[in-house]
């Protein structure tokens, strides 16, 4: 795998994905009455906004953290994995709402496979 453009692609995926996820962090966590309205359309009880933004700033965080960027790519996916079971159970546009979350968990894990070397080589290695 080519070293030094691998590493400048998954650096832009990387910050991309944690432009996007820190966005979303921000509205959460602000409050803003659209969070709260658009999760009540999907199930979601007033106020679980605030607590999904700080859970994801976590994540976001553990992601962006060298040494715990892979535990932090699989909780994200985790919650990405929610997100898409929500927006299928209750019916929501496929390609633009139910595989949005696969398409940030793509964005996500490319930009660490990129820009990881030790990651790619444990995982050459263990397949």
């Known amino acids: 795998m080519p070293g030094a453009w691998a590493r400048r692609v998954g650096v ?7 432009l996007f ?3 979303d962090v921000g509205i959460k966590l602000l409050g803003l009455p659209v969070v709260d309205e658009t999760l ?3 199930g979601w009880p007033a106020g679980a906004g605030w607590w999904i933004g700080l859970l994801q700033l976590g994540l976001l965080a553990l ?11 699989v909780l994200m ?3 990405l994995g929610g997100a898409v ?8 546009p496929v390609a633009t709402h139910v595989l949005f979350g696969v398409y940030l968990g ?13 990651l790619r080589s444990v995982l050459i290695h263990w397949a």
């Open 77 to 79: 996916t985790g919650l």
């Open 12 to 18: 832009a995926l990387t910050g991309i994905f944690a």
């Open 106 to 118: 793509l964005l996500a894990w490319g930009g660490l496979w990129l820009r990881d070397a030790r």
């Open 21 to 23: 996820m820190a966005l």
């Open 63 to 73: 992601y962006l953290g060298p040494r715990t960027a892979v535990l932090g790519a």
């Open 85 to 92: 079971a929500t927006h299928l159970r209750v019916g929501s």
């Open 40 to 42: 009540a359309t999907l």
